[in-house]
């Protein structure tokens, strides 16, 4: 027989959020970039286009971030009240995005040698099957990021409320959408006006960008996994207020442990220090997110 754990919880350690609703809009997204990789790849091979190709394998890479993206919002919701996750499974969306990231980053460094090749060795291009389906490619671009586009812009306000797995979907779409478009313009500048080093030249302007967007996507995200604190002049303020109730803080951590928790341990000494919840309410008024609070209390 099983014995029941004699702990007694004082509440739920699930501090994630509820993503069954972007979950879905991921994977018809991952759907569609999937049938769009595999057109491109083979027309980009047999046309010689570098700009058709690399948004081809672009769009693979992608698939494969989806994949990361819909597991992470799986193993969340999964495990949302598993007491083994001391503070639930908040950052897993945000590992889901760091993972992304790097994807993302390593198909920019991807599009940059294969276009630096191709400028040193030019190849012939069929331009108008390229272009076809370099258009097909645009327009599913184009539906996935008006699928993703709202569940992004509704938190673009606030940075630190992102959902980093779909900010990283969202970054994705966008970047395939920019490689397309480039693909496009160098294989109509090649066939009109003769300029063919235009289609590597493209990928690597498009290459550029995407690591931006990575690099972006890379610090806010590991900025949440490695448990980085809040500003230290919110941090002044609450020892300020602390100072005014004769209490001083003797050490103090927060962090994040979802997009929109915090987590906070403090020790503190006071010759008459007050009880638990007049000290939770000093750190709320800074710390309006905080869910989850310890506090060592010394008297001095």
Same mark, same amino acid.
């Given at each position: 027989?099983?014995?029941?754990?004699?702990?007694?919880? &004082?509440?739920?350690?699930?501090?994630?959020? $509820?993503?069954?609703?972007?979950?879905?809009?991921?994977?018809?997204?991952?759907?569609?970039?999937?049938?769009?990789?595999?057109?491109?790849?083979?027309?980009?091979?047999?046309?010689?286009?570098?700009?058709?190709?690399?948004?081809?394998?672009?769009?693979?890479?992608?698939?494969?971030?989806?994949?990361?993206?819909?597991?992470?919002?799986?193993?969340?919701?999964?495990?949302?009240?598993?007491?083994?996750?001391?503070?639930?499974?908040?950052?897993?969306?945000?590992?889901?995005?760091?993972?992304?990231?790097?994807?993302?980053?390593?198909?920019?460094?991807?599009?940059?040698?294969?276009?630096?090749?191709?400028?040193?060795?030019?190849?012939?291009?069929?331009?108008?099957?390229?272009?076809?389906?370099?258009?097909?490619? *645009?327009?599913?671009?184009?539906?996935?990021?008006?699928?993703?586009? $709202? &569940?992004?812009?509704?938190?673009?306000?606030?940075?630190?409320?992102?959902?980093?797995?779909?900010?990283?979907?969202?970054?994705?779409?966008?970047?395939?959408?920019?490689?397309?478009?480039?693909?496009?313009?160098?294989?109509?500048? /090649?066939?009109?006006?003769?300029?063919?080093?235009?289609?590597?030249?493209? /990928?690597?302007? /498009?290459?550029?960008?995407?690591?931006?967007?990575?690099?972006? *996507?890379?610090? &806010?995200?590991?900025?949440?996994?490695?448990?980085?604190?809040?500003?230290?002049?919110?941090? &002044?303020?609450?020892?300020?207020?602390?100072?005014?109730?004769?209490?001083?803080?003797?050490?103090?951590?927060?962090?994040?442990?979802?997009?929109?928790?915090?987590?906070?341990?403090?020790?503190?000494?006071?010759?008459?220090?007050? $009880?638990?919840?007049?000290?939770?309410?000093?750190?709320?008024?800074?710390?309006?997110?905080?869910?989850?609070?310890?506090?060592?209390?010394?008297?001095?």
């Amino acid at each position: 027989m099983k014995n029941e754990s004699s702990i007694q919880w &004082e509440h739920s350690n699930n501090f994630g959020i $509820d993503n069954k609703h972007h979950e879905n809009k991921v994977k018809i997204v991952f759907c569609l970039t999937t049938v769009i990789m595999v057109l491109e790849i083979a027309a980009g091979t047999w046309s010689g286009s570098m700009a058709l190709l690399a948004d081809g394998w672009h769009m693979g890479t992608h698939s494969a971030a989806f994949l990361i993206a819909i597991f992470a919002y799986s193993y969340a919701k999964r495990h949302a009240n598993n007491k083994d996750f001391s503070f639930g499974t908040g950052k897993v969306n945000s590992l889901g995005g760091f993972a992304s990231a790097i994807a993302l980053a390593i198909v920019a460094l991807m599009m940059v040698i294969e276009s630096v090749q191709r400028l040193l060795e030019p190849q012939p291009i069929h331009f108008n099957e390229a272009i076809v389906v370099a258009i097909i490619g *645009l327009i599913v671009n184009i539906a996935s990021v008006f699928i993703l586009h $709202d &569940e992004h812009h509704h938190h673009h306000g606030d940075s630190h409320h992102h959902d980093h797995n779909m900010k990283a979907a969202y970054f994705h779409v966008l970047a395939d959408t920019l490689t397309s478009i480039l693909a496009i313009v160098a294989l109509f500048i /090649g066939k009109y006006i003769g300029l063919i080093w235009m289609d590597p030249l493209m /990928g690597i302007v /498009g290459a550029i960008v995407i690591l931006r967007w990575s690099y972006g *996507l890379v610090k &806010e995200s590991s900025d949440m996994l490695l448990d980085r604190s809040v500003d230290i002049a919110t941090l &002044e303020k609450v020892s300020d207020l602390m100072n005014e109730k004769n209490t001083v803080i003797k050490d103090i951590h927060v962090w994040k442990i979802s997009m929109a928790h915090q987590a906070a341990i403090l020790s503190i000494s006071s010759k008459e220090p007050l $009880d638990y919840v007049e000290y939770r309410k000093i750190l709320m008024k800074f710390l309006p997110k905080l869910c989850h609070l310890s506090i060592e209390i010394n008297k001095s």
